[in-house]
Nanobody, 123 residues
């Protein structure tokens, strides 16, 4: 599975941004998909995941109620709608995919990664 994330940029605090991840390759629609982020000097952390059917989602506490993950399997595309962004959301955002039905917030469970897209939130 090949992943390409885009849609990052500079946004003011309180604003919105939508990230997109285009997937290709071996049956990406059957994979659990996730978003992770990494700020300078920090570990890569979980943001959100969505099951292959879209029926199950989970979010980090820090983004719950502000971010929404979704997917369109017909287009092999994953989204992250970011609303009410804060300066602490500044990071490189990565999309990831994992095979199997077990849902996970651990980055180590994901086998495939996109190249990352920078999100910068100004105060």
């Amino acid at each position: 599975v090949q992943l390409q994330a885009f849609g990052g940029g500079l946004v003011q605090a309180g604003g919105s941004l939508r990230l997109t991840c285009a997937a290709s390759g071996r049956t990406p629609s059957t994979y659990t998909m996730g978003w992770f982020r990494q700020a300078p000097g920090k570990e890569r952390e979980f943001v959100a995941y969505i099951s292959w059917s879209g029926g199950s989602t989970a979010y980090a506490d820090s983004v719950k109620g502000r971010f929404t993950i979704s997917r369109d399997n017909a287009k092999n595309t994953l989204y992250l709608q970011m609303n009410s962004v804060k300066p602490e959301d500044t990071a490189v955002y990565y999309c990831a995919a994992k095979a199997g039905t077990v849902l996970s917030t651990s980055r180590w469970a994901y086998q495939h990664w996109g190249q990352g897209t920078q999100v910068t939130v100004s105060s």
